[in-house]
């Protein structure tokens, strides 16, 4: 969350700036005073909406909480809140220059049932604190709009002063009342889109898997029990000839290759070599099959969880293809280590450089999946090179597995 309060001076009151305290006072009729005068007259009106709107929904809702209507009608009450106080953060951000980022929405999904939705908004601390602001002001809007117009026929030089001192308590207000609870809001918003990137990437892996299963291994074990079974259809016949043998020896290549791809399949998915003897052993493997010259240094005092060291594999076996296909280097190395309570990863290369997180290498899904475990992705690739990636990602100490058999 960011809110910035503008200084008195004209060039910076639009709140576009600094983060300052609250304005100074000072005698002047420019178009900021003004502004917070028209802030200060509408305060009455719009004070007496949002206690009129306040108490009527409390008082609907809370009188059929004995009926399955009460709550549903309490929530969407609460949802209405939710635009009271945008527009006051608005009206504040137009006329008394506070910024204020808006609000994460509340995570309705179409997907989640009623009652999911109804209890989403009734423990919603936005709508609340708009509910309390909206069921405070009214005796404060009354107060400013009173004392702001007497002052335009009765205290004409002390009114900038006195319009200066009263649309800071607005300020506060609106800072204190309306602005999203900094941590826990961010923190909401970057779980939801984490949770939509993961839902992303598993919905591609499984498009992929089976994508390579039909393509690859599939198709082959179909030709395969075809040759087999014109070649028992001939030996049925009696034709144990030359033919014969061709194709019984064609489908014995076609079942070691799709033996082989099996196998990239299942490697591609969680290689064995990872989960049998871990990272140190599993990237050697990988880079073993890189087309560049890779020099591999894990040093790690244990071995993590086993979904970070599926993540770091992943992403290191990502990278090297990246070199091996993009980078045109003649040699590469891939760093493992730990820091406190991070692992990191670093890949580098001689390569050309110039890699980009939306060049269309892959780079941006790497990242990607990488937030989505509170890590991060820090690419460096100047053009010319070198390239060097740098990912970090928390360490969870690895759980005894359930043993096999």
């Known amino acids: 969350m960011t809110v910035r309060i503008p200084y008195a001076d004209p060039a910076a009151f639009d709140g576009d700036k600094l983060d300052e305290p609250l304005p100074p006072a000072r005698f002047a009729y420019d178009r900021h005073t003004w502004k917070e005068i ?20 409390l008082a609907v809702s809370g009188g059929l909480t004995v009926t399955v209507v009460g709550f549903p009608l309490l929530a969407l009450g609460l949802m209405g809140a939710r635009l009271i106080g945008k527009f006051e953060r608005r009206r504040a951000r137009r006329l008394l220059g506070v910024r204020i980022e808006e609000p994460t929405p509340l995570p309705l999904r179409k997907g989640g049932g009623l009652v ?39 205290l004409w030089p002390v009114l900038p002063f006195i319009a200066r001192g009263l649309s800071n308590v607005d300020r506060a207000m609106v800072r204190g009342l309306l602005s999203p609870s900094d941590e826990l809001e961010r923190r909401i918003a970057e779980l939801e ?17 089976e994508r390579d299963l039909h393509d690859g291994a599939q198709a082959r074990l179909v030709n395969l029990a075809m040759g087999l079974g014109l070649a028992k259809e001939k030996l049925l016949e009696g034709q144990a000839d030359e033919h014969v043998a061709a194709m019984v020896d064609e489908a014995h ?35 073993s099959r890189c087309t560049v010259p890779v020099k591999v240094d894990v040093d790690l005092p244990s071995r993590p969880a086993a979904a970070i060291e599926g993540i770091a594999y992943f992403t290191v076996s990502e990278l090297l293809q ?12 891939v760093d493992v280590w730990r820091t406190d309570d991070r692992l990191l990863v670093q890949v580098w290369d001689d390569g050309r450089g110039g890699a980009r997180l939306d060049g269309g290498t892959g780079m941006r899904g ?5 937030g989505a475990v509170d890590g991060l992705f820090v ?9 060097t990636v740098t990912a970090e990602l928390p360490w969870r100490e690895r759980t005894a597995e359930p043993r096999r058999g």
């Open 116 to 154: 999911q939705r109804v209890w989403m908004a009734l423990k919603d601390p936005v709508g609340w604190r708009t509910v309390l602001y909206d069921g405070m002001r009214l005796p404060w809007g009354i107060a400013t709009f009173t004392i702001t117009l007497t002052s335009l026929f009765v």
């Open 253 to 287: 290549g076609e079942v070691k290759l799709a033996l082989q791809e099996l196998r990239d399949l299942a490697r591609g998915i969680h290689p064995a070599v990872l989960t049998d003897r871990g990272l140190d052993a599993a990237l050697s493997s990988v880079a």
């Open 193 to 209: 889109s984490d949770r939509g990137v993961v839902v992303d990437t598993a919905a591609a892996d499984l498009r992929r898997i």
């Open 322 to 333: 990246n070199i091996s296909k993009h980078s045109g280097a003649r040699t590469a190395s």
């Open 366 to 370: 790497l990242a990607d999946r990488l």
């Open 379 to 387: 690419l460096d690739s100047p053009p010319g090179g070198p390239t």
């Open 38 to 57: 028209a802030h200060l007259l509408t305060n009455l009106p719009v004070s007496v909406f949002g206690f009129v709107y306040v108490v009527t929904m």
